[in-house]
């Protein structure tokens, strides 16, 4: 498939809060293959539009843009059991009510990637 060629970089997860934070990823790529490990059920990644625009934050280990989440509208809200390929341009945020971690391996790809390679893969 030849997806190896543009995996940009891969990360371990740990996400604790079940506060959601409205952001879009900052990085040289678009799209994200999340694939949940352990602690995923019962989390969740939602996604929003807003009229206004992110702000650029750091936290200790990361970059992003930030949206208030009252500035936002929910357009729609996945639970996090099985991989998926995310926009990590687009609005999202994360939400996890467990006592435990949720554990996800991300795979995000370079932005020279397209949507016709996922299509492919699924033949």
């Not at 280990?61 to 998926?84: G, M, N, Q, R, W």
């Not at 020279?112 to 492919?120: E, F, T």
Request: glycine share 2%; charged share 20%.
């Amino acid at each position: 498939l030849g997806l190896l060629s543009y995996l940009y970089l891969s990360a371990i997860n740990l996400f604790y809060t079940n506060t959601p934070v409205v952001h879009r990823d900052t990085g040289d790529y678009v799209y994200s293959l999340n694939i949940p490990i352990a602690g995923y059920k019962n989390t969740f990644i939602s996604f929003y539009q807003s009229t206004v625009e992110p702000t650029l934050t750091y936290s200790r280990d990361a970059s992003y843009f930030k949206v208030d989440t009252k500035d936002c509208t929910l357009i729609e809200k996945h639970e996090t059991v099985v991989p998926a390929i995310v926009n990590a341009s687009a609005l999202h945020a994360f939400e996890n009510p467990n006592a435990e971690p949720r554990i996800m391996l991300l795979l995000r790809f370079n932005k020279k990637i397209d949507r016709s390679v996922w299509s492919r893969t699924q033949a």
